[in-house]
């Protein structure tokens, strides 16, 4: 019918027919043109997936229904119309359509068609390595500036600061490979102590208290700038978390503004103190881990790993500087986690691919933190080999692996305890003291009216003395001499211990002890013939007996005596006595044998060579000697201990100081820290923070808070108060924020020690974080709900009002951040007026 209906058309009009003809020949030869064109157009889009060429399609269909204004959305467009194309004799023009002209090209047009198609495919083929550098423009600013407000008079003060004191005498002690003990981790110590050995520094300078002038010889700036260039580099970590947390670059960037300019961080990171580097690889860390959601769909590519192994490093390095570094890593482990059990949800996710996911997490968090924490202290105790200042919170045998340590440990000592050995009893862990007797016996009567054994004191005395020497005895021989045959101690051996001067037995009865009425006294027995025999034999249990085959060995033996007749162990009470024990520490038994406070250990060690009381008095006045070599200890043994002295021992535990804060306290800024006071003018440096930005970070709490409660009860009753993209934004603003901070602060009210201001420090970092986010937020709400452009714009000039508020606060307090300027009385009285101020609210 067509056909009959065109035939007609070219008798009526043979001009229309030479003229179609004619543009029948134009659009064929174009088409001709085109097609390689065309082919080449498909090749390029062969590697788009299925979905997104078949999203295209529909939504091109869509399009096209809606403009022809027909269909529904998934209807086809209408067919092109026919084309017509000469036969290759020059005969009557066949019929084709532009698909067939596309799927149905000549043998010449497909052998062209596929060589373009490789020559275009060879040049699309990226290089075998691409390296690709992308400059942050926002981060590299804010770096800039951070770091000019922490340089700016990096020297001045140049006096020891606040816990310079500290820091700046462990890089001393590393200098001179001399031993030290701290009760943190020493990554960041030892990174102070590379930037003084890089300036020069010999350790010779010796920190002994606050306020005392730094020699020539100290380099100050090069020590001070590790923690300003960590410091520093939080700023923009802290804008790229926040953007990678969906908010804008203007709220990143408004956290970091709020940190530049907060007097409190930048003091803590200007100064040789420990928080900038802490805080540092803690928020970096946790940016790792949130890059590392943008490779779900990439898993085991290069960023993917990247990503998690720097994370983890990272978050490892936090501890590595300080303990409380932990709370951090242990928020970066719950984001992983909780990740984790969201693709256990992905059904596209095969069991077997779950279980690759977690060994491969699992694996890397813990053998690269594991590894890093155990290489800082490998370097730490490899570094430190000599003997030091604080040799005597360590075990014995730990003393003696120090070079020029520990007097009579090394040299010329025996091994094996014998009858007749003349022995110093340590106390192994917890308080370092000795076994102790003197001449002044238990008062008759204590205060509260009970009655003593009134027999001779027995203590433990935290000082080398004479006093500390005993000798054991076996009970079935009376000379206090080594016999021969040797009589050596074994485990289970029944003895005797015999105080050295005094010739008086160890001695238990069933006599409450004076500060520990609910154990038995400890005692040197007089006999003052009356019925109250001696009491005095106690069997040898060996702890680690399987180092010494049975045998009880000086130093490494670890024992506990047990008190015959009362079947209880020798326990150092941790009790100090009054003014008539020399306020020395309380020894007593107690039937509780398993703890650590019963566990002794003997440290200097003699044989006993004459019966004479005269002369064993002399060698035991003479018995101090240096030993000349070093007893060898494993790696792994001076790490457990010193692990376990570094948890049971803290040295940072200063009861009533006078700077001292409580948790609730930090939240008002109640109390700051006097860091440093110069000697001859009223320069000084102090620890407070913005208090604009302070409060304002609490409010932002609070507000985020009642917001989530609002809004989950609200959505509760299907009232979507936000769109579900803009609600999953808010909750993972609390999911990290919200709950670093807790983490990283409610925590203190367990812990049991003096707490200062600067511990707050990385519940800050995510307060002041929440409070850039509260802030975008509410500039979401008045946008979304008053939809007035000038409304938004009041909004935006009262967030500015209050930015330039806390740049004047940031001004008016940065004399006593930096320390160098010579203020004067009227200064000093504005500067405490808030201090002032609450110590009148406290009062009332």
């Known amino acids: ?32 043109n085109n097609q390689d064109s065309l082919k080449e157009s498909i090749e390029k889009l062969k590697h788009l997936t299925e979905p997104i060429n078949r999203d295209s399609v529909c939504g091109w269909e869509s399009r096209a229904s809606s403009r022809d204004g027909k269909g529904d959305g998934e209807s086809a467009p209408d067919t092109p119309p026919p084309e017509t194309a000469p036969d290759d004799d020059g005969g009557t023009p066949a019929v084709t359509t532009e698909s067939e002209t596309i799927t149905k090209p000549s043998p010449t047009q497909k052998s062209s068609s596929r060589n373009k198609s490789k020559k275009i495919a060879s040049a699309a083929a990226p ?52 031993f030290f003990f701290d009760s943190q981790p020493p990554l960041g110590k030892q990174l102070i102590a590379l930037a003084a050995y890089l300036a020069g520094f010999d350790g010779a300078f010796k920190f002994d208290r606050i306020g005392t002038p730094y ?10 700038v590790v923690p300003a260039f960590f410091g520093s580099l939080l700023m923009p970590t802290v804008y790229n978390v926040l953007v990678e947390l969906g908010l804008s670059h203007y709220a990143g960037a408004l956290a970091a503004f709020l940190m530049i300019f907060d007097n409190a961080l930048l003091a803590q990171s200007r100064f040789i103190l420990m928080e900038g580097i802490l805080m540092f690889f803690g928020i970096f860390g946790l940016l790792c881990i949130l890059k590392f959601r943008r490779f779900y769909h990439q898993p085991y590519s290069i960023p993917w790993f990247t990503c998690l192994t720097v994370g983890a490093a990272s978050l490892g390095a936090c501890v590595c500087v300080r303990y409380f570094g932990i709370f951090t890593f242990l928020l970066g482990f719950g984001i992983l986690a909780r990740d984790f059990w969201m693709m256990v949800g992905d059904r596209l996710i095969s069991e077997r691919q779950l279980l690759g996911h977690f060994l491969t997490r699992a694996v890397i968090f813990i053998t690269i933190p594991v590894s890093l924490y155990i290489g800082s202290f490998y370097l730490h105790l490899s570094l430190l080999y000599k003997a030091g200042p604080n040799d005597n919170i360590m075990t014995s045998a730990f003393q003696a692996s120090l070079e020029g340590g520990l007097a009579a440990i090394v040299a010329n000592q025996p091994v094996k305890v014998l009858h007749g050995s003349q022995i110093t009893l340590r106390h192994t862990h917890g308080r370092t003291c000795w076994l102790h007797s003197h001449d002044t016996v238990y008062p008759v009567k204590y205060p509260d009216g009970r009655g003593s054994s009134h027999q001779q004191q027995v203590t433990c005395y935290s000082y080398k003395d004479v006093n500390n020497w005993w000798i054991v005895k076996k009970p079935e021989i009376e000379e206090l001499v080594v016999t021969e045959p040797q009589e050596p101690i074994k485990n289970g051996d029944i003895i005797q ?81 009054p003014d008539w024990g020399f306020r020395q520490h309380e020894v007593v038994t107690d039937k509780v044998l398993d703890q650590e406070d019963t566990i002794w250990n003997v440290e200097e060690h003699r044989y006993t060579r004459t019966e004479d009381k005269k002369e064993r008095e002399k060698d035991l006045l003479r018995s101090e000697m240096i030993p000349m070599e070093r007893k060898n200890l494993t790696f792994w043994n001076k790490l457990f201990e010193l692990q376990y002295k570094m948890l049971f021992n803290n040295q940072e535990n200063v009861a009533g100081h006078m700077y001292a804060s409580e948790p609730l306290d930090w939240l008002s800024l109640k109390r700051g820290v006097a860091y440093w006071i110069s000697a001859n003018s009223n320069a000084q440096v102090h620890f407070i923070g913005n208090i604009v930005t302070w409060l304002s970070g609490t409010l932002s709490l609070v507000v985020y808070a009642s917001l989530f409660l609002v809004y989950l009860l609200r959505r509760q009753r299907a009232c979507y108060d936000l769109p579900e993209d803009a609600w999953n934004k808010f909750c993972s603003i609390g999911e990290v924020l919200g709950i670093g901070y807790a983490v990283h602060y ?45 409304v938004a714009k009041v909004y935006v000039g009262a967030v500015g009002v209050w930015m330039v508020a806390i740049l004047y606060v940031f001004w008016f307090f940065a004399p006593v951040t930096y320390g160098a300027t010579d203020l004067t009385a009227d200064q000093v009285m504005k500067m405490a007026w808030r201090e002032t101020w609450d110590l009148i609210i406290h009062k009332q």
Not at 215 to 224: K, Q
């Open 1 to 32: 019918m067509d056909t009959g209906v065109r035939n007609r058309k070219n008798k009526s009009s043979p001009k229309a027919d030479k003229n179609g003809k004619n543009k029948i020949q134009e659009i064929t030869a174009s088409v001709i």
């Open 127 to 178: 290089p075998p390595l691409e390296l690709s550098f992308n400059l942050d423009g926002m981060s590299v600013t804010l770096f800039i500036l951070s770091f000019v407000t922490r340089i700016w008079k990096l020297e001045t003060p140049r006096g020891i600061v606040f816990d310079e004191l500290h820091y700046g005498k462990y890089a001393g002690l590393y200098m001179q490979n001399t």
């Open 215 to 224: 020699d020539p010889i100290v380099p100050v700036s090069a020590m001070r």
């Open 497 to 577: 211990i015999v105080h050295g001067l005094t010739s008086r037995a160890l001695n238990s009865h069933d006599v409450a002890a004076a500060m520990s009425p609910h154990n038995q006294e400890v005692a040197a027995y007089i006999d003052y013939n009356v019925s109250m025999p001696a009491q005095s034999l106690w069997r040898v249990e060996i702890l680690n007996g399987e180092v010494s085959d049975g045998y009880w060995h000086a130093v490494e033996s670890q024992i506990r005596l047990i008190h015959l007749n009362s079947s209880q162990a020798l326990k150092f009470s941790g009790r100090q006595l």
């Open 746 to 790: 409610f925590p203190y009210f367990l812990v049991d020690r003096t707490l200062f201001l600067h511990h707050y420090m990385p519940a800050y970092i995510f307060k002041l974080c929440m409070l850039a986010a509260m802030i975008e937020h509410g500039h979401y709400l008045v946008c979304q709900y008053f939809k007035s452009p000038r």
